[in-house]
């Protein structure tokens, strides 16, 4: 989802205070029907919320409501997660105690945190704002705020369930750093490379025409570019979503070195869409059930940016599936299962990267829309990468003859860049800008002892 607009800060403080004081009216006219009070007549329906589209573009906050369609119900349970960030003190009237039991009255819910010290809304405190203590109405906002509702399907709130044998009324209305960021910040989100979120953005300041592939490839590359302008389109508007599965799944497979990474970036760059890396190292995990965790972190995120999925070394994850002989080998499975499920469920672009097709399971092999093979170059190719990567600053020792070069080594593309790094940084050491032959033929011995070769 595109929340790429212009920010108006002062828009966005002024919406979010108009909807501040909207839930206030809510709240006290609750507990005025609760308690009996004078003048409580009607339901807590009468109150309008602010009317977004009276606010001015770049409102981040009333951007976010038109374009869920969101009601009274998901306003309420939006702002509600948010008190706790914007006016804490909203909520400490929930604090007072019944005398009966001397205890705060459990109906208005809410919980202490670890550290803070005010309450935090949960499940219960939304039910009782809008149903009070009307059995039909509660049973109908329980069934509504269920996982099945967009705010904790996209995980804009985390509904984690309480633990056992708490109510499931109980769960805190939590609302994510990504929202926190794009509706009180007013600002993009970009999730950080961690153990929690084991993924890297991909960026490159390159173009198409730094990458050099043989037309076929690049045919195929188009494709895929073509896809990520149009495939959404053709699914929704000639009506191809009903036959054909969301999204799609490419392979990139071929030896170290040939632009899988560097092709995905560009893709990227190309399409406007951030490239997410995943580090399968990091995914997987020992402990059972924590490599879904993982998993699941990613793709939610990846499915609320809308990014490019590239999985760099996917035999790790998407290899053949083992023969079940223990129950490592059965939660092994289970792992790959649960990613292929993940994926064929994935409405953007997945990219799998492998040195060998034969590496990656044969049942997620048949779901791939696109298979590239990158491949060594050629060497007209090689003296194509050769000249494209000395730095126009430099200049070559007069024995060096590249087009020779790019004929006698079969290197990759990936490789060719190592040994111009190797070469230009071996000619600044000596105060000069003039590449050096030795220099040149020893970069190359370096990358091939990197393969067990001999020049």
């Known amino acids: 989802m595109d929340y790429a607009l212009k920010t108006n800060p002062e828009g966005n403080r002024s919406f979010l205070e108009n909807e501040i004081d909207w839930m206030a009216a ?38 976010f409501v038109i374009r869920h369609g969101m009601d009274f119900d998901d306003r309420l349970c939006l702002v509600l997660s948010l008190v706790p960030i914007i006016r804490p003190q909203l909520l400490d009237c929930l604090q007072v105690k019944n005398s009966d039991t001397d205890q705060r009255f459990v109906e208005f819910g809410c919980t202490r945190g670890t550290n803070y010290p005010g309450l935090l809304p949960t499940v219960e405190t939304l039910v009782f ?21 967009f705010l904790f399907r996209m995980k804009y709130l985390l509904l984690e369930a309480p633990p056992w044998p708490d109510p499931p009324t109980s769960a805190v209305l939590a609302p994510s750093d990504e929202l926190v960021e794009l509706l009180i910040k007013g600002k993009d989100f970009t999730p950080e490379f961690s153990s929690a979120f084991p993924a890297q953005i991909l960026t490159t300041n390159q173009d198409w025409n730094d990458l050099v592939l043989d037309h076929e490839m690049m ?9 990520v302008e149009y495939g959404e389109r053709v699914l929704s508007e000639w009506g191809l979503g009903s036959r054909v599965k969301p999204g799609f799944k490419c392979l990139f497979y071929g030896p ?5 990474t560097f092709t995905t970036m560009l893709l990227g760059k190309d399409t406007g869409k951030l490239v997410f890396r995943v580090d399968l190292s990091m995914v997987v995990s020992k402990y059972i059930g924590e490599t879904e965790k993982n998993l699941s972190r990613i793709f939610d995120a990846a499915e609320r940016l809308n990014v490019i999925l590239f999985f760099d070394e996917a ?54 829309q696109a298979v590239v093979h990158f ?40 490789a060719i860049l190592n040994v111009v790094r190797y070469c230009s940084m071996m000619a600044m050491s000596r105060q000069s800008n003039i590449i050096l032959y030795n220099d040149l033929v020893n970069g190359i011995r370096k990358e091939f002892r990197k393969e067990g070769k001999t020049i």
């Open 375 to 414: 491949t060594i170059p050629n060497p007209e190719q090689r003296m194509q990468i050769w000249q494209n990567t000395f730095s126009p600053s430099t200049r070559n020792e007069s024995k060096i003859n590249l087009e020779e070069i790019a004929a006698k080594y079969e290197i990759s593309g990936g």
């Open 315 to 368: 035999d790790a994850l998407f290899g053949k599936r083992t023969e079940v002989k223990d129950a490592h080998d059965r939660y092994a499975n289970m792992e790959t299962s649960y990613l292929l499920q993940r994926i064929e469920e994935y409405n953007g672009l997945v990219i799998l990267a492998s040195n060998l097709k034969s590496n990656i399971d044969d049942a997620f092999a048949r779901r791939f």
């Open 219 to 227: 045919e195929q590359i188009n494709e895929i570019r073509i896809w």
């Open 129 to 149: 704002l809008l149903a009070g203590d009307d059995i039909p109405l509660r049973i109908g906002a329980l069934a509504r705020f269920s996982h099945a509702h």
């Open 256 to 260: 170290s070195g040939t632009g899988k």
């Open 26 to 63: 809510v709240l006290n006219h609750r507990l005025k029907l609760y308690f009996n009070q004078e003048g409580a007549a009607g339901p807590v329906y009468q109150h309008n919320p602010p009317v977004p589209e009276q606010h001015v573009t770049g409102d981040r906050y009333a951007d």
